[in-house]
């Protein structure tokens, strides 16, 4: 078994940046969020570019930062969103969707994306993925709960983040860049979603319908929790709180205020007010990504394609995998989204 090396000392943490893999789906029973990656194709493809599973635990960067040391010589794999990510002293600019090489002494910082740019999260995989405990399973940091990665927190300065092991070859892993014709999800696509059962009389039907037609604000308030859209309220028959059910990552609540609410990983597992509509599976990655201040769009689709959508999905991880040299099993693919 490889030796954990620390490969990064944190500088500064920049916006809650925490240690995220696939999560804990399944728990919702136990009162257990799902955590994890709020993108899961950014934590996938991250983890694709320097040859590990694609669920190992990465680094997820929002909106700015952080800074960090390089202790050791390391290829890191950036997905996810543009944040500027830039070495220091060199001023050697690292692309997205690609993998770099990076020198002890150097400085990795994630100075952050130009106001209105698209996407907020981005992914930040070593090889063998960052060493850290697991909890009920997952490494994944539970904000809310408080627990898991580290110590259940975002990273903070003097912090030192540990690799698992030194993974393929890294002259190899160098040359690595996401094949361009296997399109990525981008944050500025409509985000498909499927109806829920608050749209099964005709006043849901019309919320369903408005929720579609509307270009929504996400508001600033929004978090690894979910996404606060401001835009018109939704009229539907019962607004108030009902029995508790289960919410999943994506279910798309409508508040009393008549304002929906897309729940992201750090949700709580159940929850009371009506359900509007679920994301697709495929399109998590987008709600995921959507940056407050920004705006939001839907697209209302049925289960067939919302599955031939996941399947693609799959089957792009699976072929990029596949030309860049994983040889991982991806029969679990399904999870890395809670499917």
Known sequence: MTRAEAVFRVVDPGFQASLQDAGRPGLGALGVPHAGACDPMGLAVANILVGNRPDSPVLECAIAGPELIVLRDVVVGIAGADLGAVVRPSGRRLGVAAAHALEAGERLVLAGS?????GCRAYVAVPGGFAVATVLGSASTSLVGGFGGLDGRPLRAGDELLAAGPGLDD???????????????HPGDAVAILAGPAAADGAGRLALATLGGTTWRVAAASDRRGLRLEGPPLELGVLSDGPSHGVP????????????MVLLADAGPTGGYPILAIVATADRAIVGQARPGGTIRFRIVDIDAARAAERDRRHALAAGAARLGTNDPWDDLPDLAGA
């Open 114 to 118: 130009e106001s209105g740019a698209a």
């Open 171 to 185: 002259r190899r892993l160098v040359r690595h860049r996401w094949p361009a014709d296997l399109p990525l999800p």
């Open 249 to 260: 990552m994506g279910t798309i609540q409508v508040a009393p205020s008549g304002l929906p």
